[in-house]
């Protein structure tokens, strides 16, 4: 390959550690011959500085961003070096140059934010380089991310999850309604690991949770100074659940004749009977005028909400016994699983009703839309989903923060009175702290109503 030389050339690259010394432009590729400007003399071995010297070179065929539509190819020879004083060699560290990737360093920061945006082969594609390349340069951005990244321990810690291939847990704030981190799965380990790692975890006053008994499990091992709150929502959906046990049932045994429309209304079913329209209301009372028992199910169905109306826990477990009374003998068996739920969680269901009635409920809508990016298609692998989420800039919520931080006194203290400026003599001032407020920044997290908004667009 011929190259047009031009010493020390300031041409297509624009990298002042290297000195571009010929380029050759093909159809889809440019060639640029190049030399260090300057190289590293350490020596990684014993630490030597000034006692090495040249021992041959190597030519590296190193990859730059792309450029006008074309793969951007630099050649280099780079010096190999010998330490005189343990006579060991190495290759000479080069500015601009990630030598383990054969690439530019800034090629490499390129590749892992677009892994965030596209798919491993569509970047690959783009540089010019195999999936798996992409794939470690994307792992190792994503984990200098993590270690940049702070987010504030919330007051109220909503533990969830989410069906992305398996179960994995997330972790919201709930007053803040923004989502802290998502984690590949839910087992008791790496929820603990991920509640230990939280700064300030102390003041973490309520957990919300469902009936995982991993998730009350941690909490009550790490954070045991919080309460834990079983989600209304997870309680009431058990009901939800068994009333659709009735309704399919129902629709099996009369398939031939009704059962299709039964299940086409199921939607309908699900939601609360005063949120439906007038015609929602006459196809829904259609439906249970022609089936007695599947009425009675939906009865129970919506008057465990009740349960939720009330003002303190003893009322709210009578009126759970109330309801419970109320389950006809032919609906026992499919709402079971509420009366286990509320005789096995009863003081983490009834804890709602204390001092503050939090719920995490509204991460549903994070968790539906999600799954459907993921089910899509769209190319995203948990971790890329996981990185995308957290690490958008625009979708991060920052509000400023006061904190009480103690400052040492002065010992003295200059005071200025017109031209007279009076000193205060030392020790009439002791060396105590004193408290101060200051304001800093602070990141909750990704904001959750922004994130929703941008998942009912093709922006995401």
Known sequence: MLFRLEHR??????????????MKELDAEYHVKAEPAAISRLCPHCGELHRVQKHGSRSMFIRDLPTHGKTMMI?????????????????????EVDADHSMTERLVRWTGRQSIEYTYAEVAKQVGVDEKTVRNIFDAYVASLEKQFQRETPIWLGVDEIKLGRFRAIFTNIHGRTLIDMLPDRYSTSIERFMNSLPNKEQIT???????????????????????????????????????????????????????????????????????????????????????????????????????????????????????????????????????????????????????????????????????????????????????????????????????????????????????????????LDDECEVKTKTRQGNLGTDLPTLLAILDTDGF
């Open 206 to 428: 309520h957990v919300a949770c469902d009936m995982w008994r991993p998730y009350r499990q941690a909490a009550q091992r790490v954070l045991p100074q919080a309460k834990i709150v079983v989600d209304k929502f997870h309680v009431v959906s058990k009901a939800n659940a068994s009333f659709d046990a009735v309704r399919r049932s129902i629709g099996k045994a009369d398939q031939k004749k009704q059962g299709a429309g039964l299940k086409k209304a199921h939607k309908l079913f699900a939601k609360r009977a005063a949120d439906l329209d007038d015609e929602q209301y006459l196809t829904v009372s259609g439906w249970l005028n022609c089936f007695p028992l599947l009425a009675t199910a939906y009865d129970l169905k919506e008057r465990l909400y009740k349960v939720y109306e009330v003002e303190t826990k003893e009322e709210a477990w009578a009126e759970y016994l109330n309801w419970e009374a109320s389950i006809p003998d032919e609906l026992a068996k499919p709402f079971r699983p509420v009366k286990t739920a509320f005789r096995n969680w009863k003081e983490w269901i009834l804890n709602y009703f204390d001092d503050v009635r939090i719920t995490n409920a509204f991460t549903e809508s994070f968790n539906s839309k999600v799954r459907r990016v993921y089910r899509d298609g769209r190319g995203y692998t948990f971790e890329r989903l996981r990185a995308k989420v957290l690490f958008t800039d625009r979708l991060q919520k920052r509000v400023p923060i006061q904190e009480k931080v103690k400052v040492k006194k002065k010992r003295f203290e200059e005071i200025s009175m017109g031209r007279m400026t009076y000193f205060m003599m030392p020790g009439m």
């Open 75 to 95: 050649h280099l020879d780079v010096p190999r070096l010998i330490c005189l004083a343990c006579r060991k060699t190495f290759m000479a560290v080069v500015a």
């Open 9 to 22: 050339m300031t041409g297509i690259l624009n990298l002042p550690g290297l000195n571009e010394l010929g």
